[in-house]
């Protein structure tokens, strides 16, 4: 029996039927020349019957209900491996298309409480000869980039490497790193709390220096068709491009590759709602998670994290104008960041998402402007291809948690040379999430053009 | 708009994520001859395309969450057909085996209370060329015998018929028979209420009547591993016998075909708890679903549907014995029951399951004598060969619900000239379901040789 810190039970409290807490990845792999048949069938067979699992992914709630009882983890002396580890296999024809009609399936039904909080996919049956692992672990146990540096760290970069280890077979990183601890949210919702000493004073300097450097200021973003109330169900899409095709573009605008990253998702987003005849008069803001190395927590030994609020200039026809205003936007964020202490990032962060934490009351997102529209996250991969017991790995697309009042999401990776996109959305609020991917594609051919590059 | 019966809502409020509420059927299919390898995705496209939906499979909730909302239900007048009706394939080698491992699953995941309460899944990859039907339907719109007969009903015993209907594109008939209504469980509780002020002299009449006939007492089984508190994950068996085997036995031994099949059951769950050093002295109780025509509920035009407690002799060794102590108790329970009026049958059912409602309270399962070890049920499916646009109905398995207190469930329909038993229970507290098969496949070769059959 282990005491729960309130940062994992928080979201164990926050989870209903509709707000799944828990993060995924899905993984396509390769596999190895001379692979036969049974490739997938005998590497899920030998990690079941080596059945080793570390501590992190055998703790479980100690009470699997609503009650006092899950403020502890208990550990659970008789895994039943075979529960969390399954073997799955898409229908004809077995494209990437099955693969995420799966995959959002799996993202949409809650965890077993009674259980350790994870589950892991083995797909078969993709019918260009691949292979896929999807992966969900509730986020009371890891945060999104935790969850994916474990994914990362089960992978090796020798392709002639076997008998590897699992993710659930590691030991995790520290969960917390030094300044904090826990996911972006965890900590400034954790922070916000711990502050309210800090004073109303220092939030008006706050929000004034915000307004100084023309960042925008939470609940002023428009309400969208996805700052809504949600359902339980999921839609993933997720596809790659090639990290090259966004450096070209910063190089020829003078911007970074984060800058027309987000540029692609705001064209993206704008050509979207278009589509549903629901692109608002005003700006779509994204709440896009920095990591700012200042010289305070430089010494600490550690990153801060900030939420800069980015305005996504939706309402800019001009590809350009669209990628000079975010650019902007981002640099003014972190220029106001950079004037800052850590302890001064975190409350102006929290400040950025701490209407967040009145989603839950009912209605709320129906009625109030949002925060901001939705999340975009760039989470760094491996720089180099790296295989999984002589399989390839050719995409990691991270799945995301939605909320009322933010019911899409956007989180991407690198990976090796492709930057690997995962879309995250309610299946009632946000239809025909597939056509997101093609909005990007476009949106991306639009920037290189606007930058000159053939 | 339309008011919810609390016959609906009740199995809406009793459900959590630990007891899911819903009833479920996996159907087995031979394509027909010259069925090519998409004929499974076609026969898909064409129920998707043409997206007719009955009015009950339009319900939903008015509001997802327990609140009083949901005693009204709504219409869904965008019905997403693609989330209820889903394609999935088994991974390799496609056996039963893996067949039951993915229904498992699906029956222990909860239905979406933001849509309408069912979900059907097609599934491929069977390694001999056949497919399956996987559905299943919350016992708020329909219960278990409903929906197995809607699931009868979608089909033709022509296999020449084609462009045929699936079975939410039915009407399905009257909910509720004449006599009472919704499943026995549904009746016999409901009822208990009703009849409250029936008086406790008409309550000692009753039991004592089922003393003078030696039928069993609720609240006397013993407590044995499957009268426990349960989690949501499930195990799923299936296994079809030949209804003949079941009939030479009974003609043998003067016994009807049901005796021996409790018999058959009987000897099963005794191998199963041998085998998990776990039988008690004293023997097993099975509540028993039976159909009684009493001249009374003739002449109402209906059936009175009554729950007998049926004394299972699992602290008996021989099985000769042990079928005639069955047959014997079966005996004096409808001879209890034959003596009495509708509404006194009602009433002793409804004395047989009552202490079922104490169930959702934390821990009772866990520290009172069970009302009954568990629920075996018997009912009947067509008597000849059926096809589903010339696909050939092999075996339709039931899938039943696990309540704390009662983590397993045999039910069986008869199809053709086959019994197809499906045998659902908690994944936690019931390990090494599938052991079951084995067991009864034993019971019924013990019971052969003890009738003196070769």
Not at 60 to 87: C, K
Not at 261 to 289: F, K, N, Q, W
Not at 351 to 372: C, Q, Y
Request: glycine letters at 8%; one cysteine or more; a neutral charge.
């Amino acid at each position: 029996m282990q005491l729960m810190p309130i940062t994992d039970s928080m979201f164990l409290l926050m989870e209903s039927r509709e707000h799944p807490m828990h993060v995924g990845g899905l993984q396509l792999f390769t596999k190895p020349d001379g692979a036969g048949d049974d490739y997938v069938e005998s590497i899920y067979r030998d990690l079941i019957e080596r059945a080793e699992v570390a501590r992190l992914f055998r703790k479980r709630p100690m009470s699997p209900v609503n009650t006092l009882g899950q403020a502890f983890w208990a550990e659970d002396t008789e895994l039943d491996i075979s529960y969390h580890v399954r073997r799955s296999a898409l229908p004809t024809p077995g494209r990437i298309r099955e693969l995420l009609e799966l995959t959002s399936r799996w993202h949409g039904t809650l965890l077993d409480r009674h259980r350790p909080l994870w589950e892991t996919h083995f797909v078969e049956g993709l019918s260009d000869n691949r292979f896929a692992i999807y992966t969900k672990v509730h986020h009371a146990l890891l945060d999104g980039v935790s969850a994916l540096r474990l994914m990362q760290n089960a992978l090796s970069d020798d392709p002639s490497a076997r008998d590897m280890r699992a993710p659930w077979e590691l030991r995790p990183g520290k969960k917390r790193p030094k300044t904090g601890g826990g996911s972006l949210l965890q900590r400034v919702t954790g922070l916000a709390g711990d502050f309210a000493g800090f004073g109303p004073t220092a939030v008006r300097a706050l929000t004034e220096a915000a307004r100084e450097h023309s960042v925008p200021l939470p609940m002023q973003a428009p309400r969208t068709m996805f700052n809504v109330s949600i359902g339980g169900a999921r839609r993933f899409a997720a596809q790659s491009w090639p990290i090259e095709s966004f450096r070209r573009i910063g190089k020829a605008t003078n911007t970074t590759v984060n800058d027309v990253v987000l540029a692609t998702c705001s064209g993206a987003l704008r050509d979207y709602l278009i589509e549903h005849r629901a692109l608002p008069d005003a700006s779509l803001t994204a709440m896009v998670p920095v990591s700012l190395r200042s010289s305070e927590a430089a010494a600490d030994g550690g990153n801060a994290i900030g939420a800069i609020l980015c305005d996504l200039a939706t309402n800019e026809q001009d590809p350009a104008r669209r990628l000079a205003r975010i650019a902007a936007s981002m640099s003014g964020g972190k220029k106001l960041f950079a004037g800052l202490s850590p302890l001064q990032i975190l409350l102006l962060s929290a400040l950025n998402v701490s209407p967040l934490g009145l989603s839950p009351i009912p209605g709320v997102a129906d009625h109030t402007r949002p925060a901001f529209n939705l999340v975009i996250s760039n989470v760094p991969g491996p720089k180099g291809p790296t295989y999984f017991n002589g399989a390839r790995l050719d995409g990691v697309y991270p799945a995301s948690i939605c909320l009322d009042g933010q019911a899409v999401n956007i989180t991407l990776t690198s990976n090796n040379d492709m930057l690997d996109f995962g879309i995250t959305g309610c299946r009632n609020s946000v239809p025909h999430l597939q056509r997101m991917l093609l909005h990007l594609d476009t949106a991306l051919s639009e920037l290189t053009a606007a930058a000159g590059i053939s």
